[in-house]
Structure formats: C-alpha cells, structure tokens
C-alpha cells in the first residue's frame, strides 16, 4: 500500500480535528436551541392559557367555551392538544439529556439535532391542523433560522430535515385548505421563501468558522513544529564535537544553519596511540559532511551518517581517510542516493608526530592550508560526490600534504562560498581565499572572522547552512587567546586530555540561529 501523501496526511488531520471541535460546539448549541425553542413554546402556550382564561373569567365564559369547540374534534381534540403538549415537555426533557451524554459522538448528535427539528415541525403542524389555522408554519421557519444560526450545520445539513417538513406542510394545506389551490401554492411558495434567510446563515458561519478553524489549526501546528525543532536541534547540537582550545593541536568552529537545523555535520575523534610503541600523539579525525537539501529532511540523514561514522571508527579506530570516504561513498550510495540524497565530505587525518595530514574530499568546496609564512595553499577535492557511483566504481584519492608548527587548516561547507551579495554576486572561493588572507593578520578565531566576513557579503538571509572549521597546530607553548564568538557557534574553549577522544553531547556550542 502506498504510503499517504503530506497533503493527504495534512487533510486527514485537519478534518479529525475540525470533527472533534464541531463535536463541542454541537454539544453546547444543541443544549441552547433545545432550551430556547423550548422557552418560544412555552411562552405560546402561557400566553394561549391566559387569554382563555381571561374569556372564561373577565369577558364571558360562553366565548371561552365556543373558543375550545371550536378545536377540530371539539373536547377530544382539547385533550389531544394537552396530551401532544405533555409530549413536547418529555421530548425537551429527553433531547437535553441527550446532548449531555458523552457517549454520543458527533454523527449521532447530529442525526438528533435533525430528528429534533422534524419532531419540532411535526407537532406544529399537527397543532395548526386542531385549532383550524390557516396558513403556513410559521414557527418552522422561526425554529429554523434559530437552527441554522446555534447549531454548526452546513448548508447541505440545513436542508435535510426540510425534506421532510415541506412535503408534510404541503399534505397539511391540501388536507385543510379553504380558499383553494391558488392560496395553498401561495402559502408552501412563502414557507420556501422564508426558509432561505436560515440557509443563508447556515452558509456564512460555516465558512467563516471554516477559515477561523484552519487559522487556528495552522498556527497550533506551527507552534507545535516550533517546539518540535526546538528538541530536534538539541539533538543535533549534540552531535557536533566540543572545541579544542589547549594543546599542540586545536580546532574550532562556527557553524550558522539556514534553518533552525541543518544538513552540515562536523565530527572530529582522536585515533588511540600508534599500535607500534603505544606512545606519542595520538593523530586527529576530522570529518565534514554537507547534505544536499536543508532543514529536517536533512538534518534525519545527518543523523543517519553520523551513525554509520560512529560505527566505522569503533571498528578501526585507525581508519585513514580513504578508508572513511570510501565507506560513507558505499552507505549513502545503497540507502539514500535512491531518494536523490547525497552528501560532499572532506576526511581528513592530522599526525603531528610525523607533521602530516592526510586527506580525501569527495566533491566537497577545497579547504585552505595556511603556512606560518603566510602561504595559503589549496586542497582540493580529490574524489566523487558520496552517493554518485558505487563502490566500485569509487577512488577516494587521498593526498598527504605536511602540516607544520604554526601551520593552520581552514574548511567549509559550500554555505560560505554561495553567499550572495545585493547584485546576485557569490563570494566565491577566490573571495574566501582573500578574506582569509586579510584575516591570517590577527591568527586568532579565524572560523568566526570567515563567518562575519560571510555575513557581510551575503544580502538578507542565508541561503544554505555554512559551516567554518579551523584546525592549526601551535608553535612551542603559546596561548591561543580567547575572545567572545558574538553568539555563534565557535564555541568556549576547554582543557582536554589530547589521548582521549573528542566528547560529543556536552557543553555543545550555541549555533546561531
């Protein structure tokens, strides 16, 4: 069975809940129209009582006499309108309960409202039959536009019971009638006339509760999204490796989403000690991965890597680049390049033991390598976007370049390259380039320096996530100052024991919103 569409999924729930509101509105509005049709009645039949027996007691008893005679069936007719009164008053009564009980669900409160309404026209007519009125109903049209004005009928709903009345009324006249057909056509033309103002009604608060509903609906379900991504962004901060502020070796980062998550990933773990004396530095992984697309769609197939990842070096904690490219090219090319998912990767090794960083770049933006000298110097991709031919097929390429003390190493995602100034101008990685050169000046916080630069370039809102990493080896035992990040996500610096592996899941960066 295929899978429902969104606009399916979206219409089904949007309907469920429109069905549970109307549920409580037909409640509370069935109650009220029951009680005030039945305070109408009630008044009709006190006002009937007092005006008899104001003939029977201050005009003349003889008239009040001849005025109960003159009920069709004479005091058997009397006892009928008594007997259909003590109805009325059980039926109000019944039908009050009823839409009180919870039991009923809307379909059946509905069909009660309906069965109410006829009952309603029922026992008018029959009461304009025994007391030989002529005419049309006119408390059926009055009961209707009550109806159509409480109860949340639609249009459609309005007119079921009136199936039924309009034919009944139309019996009533032919059955009673005096003046001929001319007047009888007459009186049933005025009865449909009447009932229009009801349907009317019926037409405009359905469609305006309509739109009010879909209002409300739509803004719940973007609080609800709100929240949602709130706890999903959580979750993927915690994903992202802690800064490395002390030691021989350091990174930072800065990292701005399009949305309030994103599809870069940054991973980064020390592989243990060499196996062959146990001893020394142990060499740094670095991993960034950009998802085509941007917000929850890509941020669920980030997670998904960041598994795999996890998985890959918990098997070979030793695993080079290549090996890491080639795996992650194998896993997004059997699971999600089958949805048009794929994803750029840059992997990258730094052993300062040997001053040598090994690399390999599947379709990924060329990373910056920056001399103590002030040489900026590029790493190019070297392979295949991951996902686009199969294992196989795939040759991560990598390449060995020396990574000395003072030596720094600058990688993004293809965010701060595409950023586009007012004349529809991207910056380029020519202009990245520049911009760090301009920045290697300073040698302190050089991700968030290339994200300001970014962000000055870039006209309105980002238009794909960008994430900046830095890696640098220090020279002797100088300290890398710390200076605030102005809200993004570079990070605070921290004290960490260089033979254990980055932590993830504490202390995360604020990512800038």
Not at 150 to 160: E, G, N, V, Y
Not at 206 to 233: C, H, I, P, S, W
Not at 280 to 287: D, F, M, R, S, Y
Request: a neutral charge; one cysteine or more.
């Amino acid at each position: 069975m295929p899978a429902p569409s969104q606009s399916h999924a979206y219409t089904t729930d949007f309907h469920q809940e429109f069905a549970a509101d109307t549920l409580k509105l037909l409640r509370r509005r069935f109650l009220w129209f029951v009680g005030i049709v039945g305070a109408i009645y009630a008044l009709v039949v006190l006002i009937y009582a007092i005006g008899l027996g104001a003939l029977a007691f201050g005009v003349s008893r003889e008239m009040a006499e001849r005025e109960l005679v003159s009920i069709r069936g004479g005091y058997w007719g009397m006892i009928s309108v008594l007997v259909l009164i003590g109805v009325d008053v059980g039926v109000f009564v019944w039908c009050a309960r009823q839409a009180t009980l919870r039991r009923n669900d809307r379909t059946k409160l509905l069909g009660l409202t309906f069965q109410f309404f006829i009952y309603r026209g029922v026992a008018d007519f029959l009461l304009i039959y025994l007391m030989r009125n002529e005419g049309f109903a006119w408390s059926l049209c009055l009961y209707h536009v009550i109806a159509c004005g409480l109860l949340p009928w639609t249009p459609a709903q309005a007119l079921r019971p009136l199936f039924f009345l309009l034919p009944l009324q139309a019996a009533m006249l032919v059955i009673s009638h005096k003046a001929g057909w001319t007047r009888d056509l007459v009186w049933i033309f005025l009865t449909i006339i009447f009932l229009l103002p009801g349907l009317l009604i019926a037409w405009l608060k359905t469609t305006r509760r309509m739109g009010e509903f879909k209002m409300r609906f739509l803004q719940n379900r973007y609080g609800q999204m709100r929240r949602e991504l709130v706890d999903a962004r959580r979750i993927h901060e915690a994903l992202f490796p802690k800064p490395i502020a002390d030691g021989p070796l350091c990174f930072a980062y800065s990292y701005e989403p399009m949305r309030q998550i994103g599809g870069d990933y940054l991973y980064a773990r020390f592989s243990p000690p060499p196996i062959e004396t146990g001893e020394g530095e142990p060499a740094l992984n670095i991993l960034l991965i950009d998802v085509t697309g941007h917000g929850i769609a890509a941020a669920l197939t980030v997670n998904r890597l960041y598994g795999e990842v996890e998985r890959l070096f918990a098997e070979d904690p030793y695993a080079s680049p290549a090996d890491v490219l080639g795996a992650l090219n194998r896993y997004v090319h059997l699971t999600l390049s089958r949805h048009s998912i794929y994803a750029t990767a840059l992997c990258m090794r730094v052993d300062i033991e040997k001053d040598r960083l090994e690399y390999a770049s599947g379709g990924h933006p060329p990373a910056f390598l920056c001399a103590a000298d002030g040489n900026i110097h590029e790493l190019s991709s070297t392979s295949f976007v991951l996902g686009a031919v199969g294992p196989g097929d795939y040759d991560p390429g990598m390449v060995e370049v020396r990574l000395m003390p003072g030596d720094s190493v600058i990688a993004y995602t293809d965010g701060a390259i595409e950023a586009r100034n007012p004349e529809g101008r991207m910056l380029g990685v020519l202009g990245l380039q520049k911009a760090l050169a301009s920045c290697l000046c300073g040698r302190a916080e050089l991700a968030a320096q290339l994200l300001m630069v970014v962000e000055q370039h870039r006209s309105g809102p980002p238009e794909d996530d960008t994430l900046v990493v830095e890696i640098s080896r220090r020279v002797g035992g100088l300290v890398v100052e710390e200076r605030p990040t102005h809200g993004r996500s570079s990070g605070l610096p921290e004290r960490r024991d260089l033979g254990a592996r980055v932590d993830v899941g504490e202390a995360v960066p604020t990512i800038r919103p």
